[in-house]
């Protein structure tokens, strides 16, 4: 490659246009720093006049589960993953949330609602929307439809703490502090309120999602800003919870199963996977769908 193609070629890269491509379609630890860095820049006016919340938190025993089109329509897996829960917490509340009873939990700002109701916002960021807003306003407990449990066996912080969320171990993605597949919250924790206020913010000026995991990394954001409150927070790692979801339609083992639970008791599936997949026989998902 000659220069003037050499410097073409990264005049391109570092061009505004590519970097907004490069953010919102790659999901890797480079994407996720670079949108770090982008919106903790747009949102630094924001911060600085930021008032930290002190309201008193109130616990909340309900766990939140989230499947907009309902219950009736939802897959196999998600199905048996709440009938799961409810059976292994019988004396908390399970509410399912769909876009039918929505508004009977959360009222979103009118210009965040006319957005939704304008089909910018997909189901997915949605979801991360309604987890932070459910949590502020009621606390309670939030776990994604995809995650299976297989017992109840929780150091006793899990549920006890002010906040608590997986932390995310990785070292090459220090861009994204934790998971948000599970977080239990007392109402208004700060790290979360600050995490709905930045989103708010975000959309009062913003017609597209920047990055998929954006959600995450305003969360970091928030810890960052709020040293003092994240140093109190309980730290377990997202690495256990993900091993399930790595053999899920791998040829079932008895030994792996019971190595793999008796890691964590609480696993990070997915619903994205082919029909092949689906119905492979005696996989790790088909034993989960019939135990």
Known sequence: MNLKKRLNYVTTLLSPSFINFYLKNKQTPVADALTYVKLKKEATAFLDQYQVQTTSGEKNNVIWICWFQGVEDAPPLVRHNIETIKRLYPKQQVQIITLANLSDFITFPTFLQDKIDAGLISYAHLSDLVRVALLTKH???????????????????????????????????????????????????????????????????????????????????ACDHLTAEYAKLPRLGNVEPHLMGKVLFEQFDEQHYQEITALSSMHKLTNKFSKENQEKADTFYQYILNH
């Open 139 to 221: 606390g309670g407990t939030w776990i994604d439809s995809t995650v299976y449990f297989t017992g109840t066996n929780f150091p006793g912080y899990v549920f006890d703490a002010p906040l608590f969320f997986y932390s995310n171990t990785q070292q090459q993605n220090r861009a994204i502090a934790a998971s948000s597949w599970f977080i239990h919250s007392d109402t208004n924790h700060p790290i979360l309120v600050l995490t709905r206020d930045l989103l708010y913010n975000y959309w009062q000026t913003h017609d597209t999602l920047d990055n998929y995991f954006m959600f995450h990394v305003f969360l970091t954001i």
